[in-house]
């Protein structure tokens, strides 16, 4: 049977194509993120910040409940804080946020 997954990025290939979608693309925020990001304070600058500056350091997760991999975007949010990001790459030019935490 044909594996019908999307291609996986590499940490160091997915780190600035996320970049570039966080700076010229979509990012689309998830209603579990969203609700998230409230109930741990973090914000949409918070948001850009990790996503334009941090960095995919593990290779992504595959998620079967909805047929996408997930990448972990760690950085650092306004106040210096660390955290995690977790988004899907939906497609060139946007990324879907399922959820942040503190790192």
């Known amino acids: 049977m044909p594996d019908n997954r999307p291609n996986k990025l590499s940490?160091?290939?997915?780190?600035?194509k996320i970049?570039?979608?966080a700076r010229l693309g979509y990012i689309t925020p998830t209603?579990?993120?969203?609700?998230r990001m409230e109930e741990r304070n973090y914000d949409t600058q918070d948001l850009e910040l990790i996503l334009s500056t941090g960095k995919?350091?593990?290779?992504?997760?595959?998620d079967s409940d909805y047929?996408?991999?997930?990448?972990?975007?760690?950085g650092n949010a306004v106040e210096g804080?660390?955290?995690?990001?977790?988004?899907?790459?939906?497609?060139?030019d946007e990324i879907k946020c399922i959820t942040i935490?503190?790192?």
């Open 31 to 35: 209603f579990h993120f969203e609700k």
């Open 11 to 16: 940490p160091e290939e997915a780190t600035p």
């Open 101 to 103: 935490k503190p790192k």
């Open 56 to 62: 995919v350091r593990k290779p992504p997760e595959w």
């Open 81 to 92: 804080d660390k955290a995690t990001v977790i988004v899907t790459i939906v497609n060139p």
């Open 67 to 74: 047929d996408e991999w997930k990448y972990a975007v760690e």
């Open 19 to 21: 970049r570039e979608i």
